[in-house]
């Protein structure tokens, strides 16, 4: 499906705006500025995104890269959740993140980690659960970023997040039989 011009000229000025916001040092001040800018562009025209990147998979939650910033300094990848779709508990592999709901409605479990990664059994605490629907924004900045995502509605739900940096893998955590977690290192790849 080809890209319209008016979604186009969103997409321009989404870059641009990302630009600027990322022109700064300052993680918290970054992860402000995107999560303002998100918001107010879903808040105006929840209709900029191109129809390929809102389609779900059905094996598990659609990865599309949108954008990835020449110098470096982030990327913007849009993701499909569809009934039932989740992640496991992960990390951000040390990346800051702003995640925003563009359609639907997800859930998010946050974790804090209580025990040295490098040691299993790795343990978390339950740090909080909220839900998110159209133009609602947080942000993660490590070292608090352990957390789960999933759809928390029966209709696919669209996010759009926005790393520092290309984030092509990270840490996922299973549980163990005997309580706590096992690290494994995940690396991502992008949906078709």
């Known amino acids: 499906m080809a890209v319209m011009p008016q979604q186009s000229d969103r997409i321009a000025e989404l870059i641009r705006g990302l630009d600027q916001a990322t022109s700064v040092a300052d993680p918290g001040v970054i992860c402000q500025r995107v999560k303002r800018l ?3 562009m879903v808040l105006v025209d929840d209709r900029f995104l191109p129809g390929e990147f809102l389609e779900p998979t059905p094996d598990r939650y659609a990865r ?3 954008h990835k910033d020449p110098a470096g300094r982030y990327s913007v990848v849009i993701m499909v ?3 039932g779709q989740g992640t496991p508990l992960h990390d951000h592999a ?5 995640e925003c709901v563009y359609r639907g409605r997800i859930r998010i479990e946050s974790y804090d980690r209580t025990s040295p990664v ?10 909080g659960v909220l839900f998110a629907g159209p ?7 490590p070292p608090h ?8 509605e029966t209709t696919p739900a669209v996010t759009i997040h926005v790393y ?3 984030m092509t893998w990270c840490n996922a955590f299973q549980p163990l039989p005997g309580g706590g977690f096992r690290r494994e290192h995940r690396p991502l790849s992008y949906s078709a």
């Open 81 to 83: 959740w569809d009934r």
């Open 145 to 152: 970023e352990y957390h789960r995502i999933e759809n928390a």
């Open 135 to 141: 133009a609602e924004a947080g942000h993660l900045i």
């Open 118 to 127: 490098e040691i299993e059994p790795i343990r978390f605490e339950a740090a």
């Open 38 to 40: 998100l918001s107010e």
């Open 94 to 98: 040390g990346a800051w993140c702003v």
């Open 64 to 66: 599309r890269l949108l």
């Open 164 to 166: 520092s940096g290309e």
